[in-house]
């Protein structure tokens, strides 16, 4: 089964602080990816990362950051959090076009 | 412009009737397309997709989705539901001239009534 764990799943942050999301995958699967869900938004897709030491910009990268340092892990940082990224992030793993994502079961953010 | 659409944000059915959740995509390419189920406080989990050939695809617990080029449409169908299919259910696209990730749609929330 594959699997896909986040970590923290509940994160309080205040205004102005740094935040890291942490995802790991034992699929060993190239392609990472992180969405945030909202309310009338759905997922939208943040950042995605090929492989280790790759990272490219989704559709609203504006405010993160991705790290890839391994083919396992890939963070979402927050450099200066705000309210407006309060929101449910899910990491997600797959192995090429076409093929099914695997996701985490999601970090809680809270930016107060 | 490319998008996937959703135009249902709530679903309400009885207990084993029928469903129909509809979703439409414009793109100018060929996708994969993709259905993904998620119950409370957990992540997405794929149900079915499609890419190419019969245009009805069968998924698990008894899901199928048709895919319709001339209407932009691939809707998701079950004959009969259960009150544990109640969850927010995605259609999502990927094509191949632009990376690996997927769109996701907006989302329909099912519930299911006794």
């Known amino acids: 089964e594959a699997a896909v764990t986040q970590s923290p799943r509940n994160k309080v942050a205040v205004t102005g602080g740094k935040v890291t999301l942490s995802c790991n995958q034992t699929?060993?699967?190239?392609?990472m990816y992180w969405y945030r869900q909202d309310t009338g938004h759905g997922l939208r897709l943040i950042h995605y990362s090929y492989g280790a030491g790759s990272t490219e910009k989704g559709d609203i990268p504006d405010g993160y950051k991705a790290s890839r340092p391994s083919q396992e892990n890939f963070s979402l940082i927050l450099e200066l959090a705000t309210p407006s990224q309060t929101s449910v992030y899910f990491c997600?793993?797959?192995?090429?076009?076409?093929?099914?994502?695997?996701f985490g079961a999601g970090t809680r953010l809270s930016v107060l | 412009a490319q998008s996937v659409t959703q135009p249902d944000a709530r679903v309400t059915v009885s207990e084993g009737a029928s469903l129909q959740l509809r979703c439409k995509y414009s793109y100018s390419a060929t996708p994969y397309l993709f259905w993904y189920v998620q119950y409370p406080r957990q992540g997405l989990q794929m149900l079915l997709k499609?890419?190419?050939?019969?245009?009805v695809v069968q998924g698990v617990n008894g899901f199928e989705a048709e895919f319709s080029k001339s209407d932009s449409s691939f809707h998701l169908r079950k004959a009969s539901v259960h009150w544990s299919d109640s969850a927010v259910y995605f259609c999502a696209v990927s094509f191949a001239n632009s990376g690996t990730y997927q769109r996701f749609g907006t989302g329909t929330k099912l519930q299911v009534v006794p």
């Open positions: 699929n060993n699967h190239n392609n």
């Open positions: 499609y890419y190419s050939g019969d245009p």
């Open positions: 997600a793993s797959g192995d090429g076009l076409g093929n099914t994502l695997y």
